[in-house]
């Protein structure tokens, strides 16, 4: 009776295990070897469909990117969120079917992110895909907040003055605080929320109007915690204090939607943070709307009829030189033309246009030079600022094309020595310029308050001063009589908040460039004093005499037009 294994028993054992060892190792890589071809072969049929490819094994996919698609659409679609920075989103799939690119452009619409699609193995895609197991919750990505019509219209009911939003504040939730304070924005048509560290308390402004007004005082105790709704709001990263930050998200209304986008600055007495409202409906200004009159609306009507050259915008940040331009694109915009735009970012979409928008490797430069070989009838760059920029923009207007762009000057009489000083060549902006548009925006005064005032001897003086050099066919036109000017003034009302100003206007220079002005250009070595001199030669009304006839209209105020024309 044997007690135990034989010694072949014991001989053969080491050799059967071995044996076993070689054949998983051997099994294991043919297996790698078949996943390496066919990573090879997902990676060749990219580069044939156009679409970059990515391996994924290896890979840690986060919360926010895994949460970014359901795992029941990631699976049916054979489709996966890799990253998501709350800018960048990027996607893995297996096959770009209808269905993926559809689900690409519902991820830009609802994130308000830049979409980029990989192509993947099914290896590839099965790795990633148990991510999703692996991880205790993913938390639902936070890219909107809804502020509702009801929440609306109870701050409307609630609060009519900014006292009565400061002391509403002071007995608030902090996720109320927040929504709020963003309400209230919404309410006053403020484009942008400040809310600002001091060294004992938090200051929340609103910039109504282009004008910055000082609305409530919070308690610095419980800034930490509206600076942390704020950050996840906007996906920004909550610990980060000592350096500036951007992020993003989007409010939508029953028949609206507003991009938000936030900054974050680093202060001495703690972060600043300020969040730009982007209402989508406000991008409804038509050509008609901008504030254009007389010969000046007629100037411009008849050189955005042009089908080539230039029509250039002027005027600091805030201008609305956006919004004039938007305004004429809408107007040219039919099925029978194409319009493509560069823009620096896209601030409105545009339904029936082409819009790109700048990146650090994409620049107004490199982008119009790809523009104008898509075979545009007019092109937008949102802004001219440098030669090579300037001249390409210039080509395109000899060569056929209606350009609409911005140049940073102090008015439409600086366009020309602004291109020059560039480095453009006079013989050639000569005939590719053909108007320039000088503009400022004025605040409307309230209708509900508004009534007659006086004005000081010194403004009064001024204003006769401007008056007269009117060309005469716009006196008549105005019926300006020097001897009995009326002006008007807000006293401020519920309706406005108290600040007499609902609302805003443009007011502007249009100057086109005539024949005289055509041939001083060509002669260089001119100033901006010497094309003032030939426009009012020609009888081009400037932005403060164009304010001032609304003045006289009752449309805004004296000391409006010259806080913001001189």
Not at 383 to 405: F, K, M, P, Y
């Amino acid at each position: 009776m044997s007690i135990g294994p034989s010694l072949e028993d014991l001989l053969a054992k080491p050799d059967e295990e071995d044996q076993a060892g070689k054949s998983s190792e051997l099994q294991e890589k043919i297996r790698e070897i078949t996943f390496k071809e066919k990573e090879a072969e997902t990676e060749n049929n990219a580069a044939s469909v156009g679409l970059p490819y990515i391996n994924l094994v290896g890979f840690g996919a986060g919360p926010d990117a895994l949460s970014t698609i359901p795992k029941e659409q990631s699976q049916a679609l054979k489709t996966i969120c890799f990253l998501n920075d709350g800018q960048e989103i990027r996607l893995g799939t297996v096959d770009q079917t209808e269905e993926v690119k559809k689900l690409e452009a519902e991820l830009k619409e609802k994130h308000l992110a830049n979409v980029a699609t990989y192509l993947i193995s099914q290896h590839s895609f099965d790795y990633a895909f148990k991510l999703y197991d692996t991880l205790p919750e993913i938390r639902k990505f936070i890219k909107g907040i809804e502020i509702t019509e009801e929440e609306i219209n109870k701050f409307e009911q609630e609060i009519k003055t900014f006292k009565d939003l400061n002391e509403k504040l002071k007995k608030t939730s902090i996720t109320e605080l927040v929504t709020l304070i963003i309400a209230g924005a919404i309410k006053s048509r403020a484009s942008d929320i400040h809310i600002e560290a001091e060294e004992k308390d938090i200051k929340v402004r609103y910039r109504i109007d282009g004008v910055l007004n000082d609305v409530a005082i919070i308690e610095k105790e419980i800034w930490p915690k509206i600076n942390s709704r704020i950050k996840q709001l906007a996906k920004l990263k909550i610990n980060v204090f000592n350096r500036p930050q951007d992020g993003r998200f989007a409010i939508f209304l029953k028949n609206d939607r507003i991009d938000v986008r936030v900054s974050a600055l680093p202060t001495g007495f703690g972060e600043s943070i300020v969040i730009r409202l982007l209402v989508a409906s406000t991008v409804g200004l038509s050509f008609e709307e901008l504030g254009l009159r007389g010969r000046s609306f007629k100037t411009l009507e008849r050189e955005i009829k042009r089908p080539n050259g230039m029509i250039i915008t002027t005027g600091p940040t805030g201008s609305g030189k956006t919004t004039t331009l938007y305004a004429i694109l809408k107007r040219l915009n039919d099925p029978e033309t194409k319009i493509i735009t560069i823009e620096d970012p896209i601030e409105y979409e545009l339904e029936g246009i082409n819009q790109s928008q700048t990146s650090p490797t994409y620049t107004f430069a490199k982008g119009l030079r790809s523009i104008v070989r898509q075979d545009p009838d007019i092109i937008m760059v949102g802004e001219i600022r440098d030669l090579e920029t300037a001249e390409i923009s210039i080509q395109a207007a000899l060569t056929g094309h209606l350009v609409l762009s911005t140049i940073h000057t102090n008015d439409a009489f600086g366009t020309i020595p602004r291109f020059l000083a560039l480095g453009a060549k006079p013989f050639l902006l000569a005939p590719a310029l053909n108007v320039a548009i000088g503009q400022r925006l004025v605040r409307k005064l309230c209708k509900n308050c508004q009534a007659e005032t006086e004005l000081d001897n010194e403004s009064l003086e001024r204003v006769k001063t401007l008056l007269s050099t009117l060309p005469e066919e716009d006196k008549t036109e105005y019926k300006i009589d020097l001897n009995n000017l009326k002006f008007y003034k807000g006293q401020g009302c519920d309706v406005c908040q108290g600040l007499g100003y609902k609302g805003r206007i443009g007011i502007y220079e249009i100057m086109p460039i005539t024949g005289e002005i055509e041939d001083t250009i060509v002669k260089g070595n001119l100033s901006e004093i010497d094309i003032k001199a030939i426009a009012t030669k020609i009888g081009v009304i400037t932005m403060a005499q164009d304010g001032l006839l609304k003045a006289l209209e009752g449309i805004t105020s004296v000391e409006e037009v010259f806080r913001v024309s001189e």
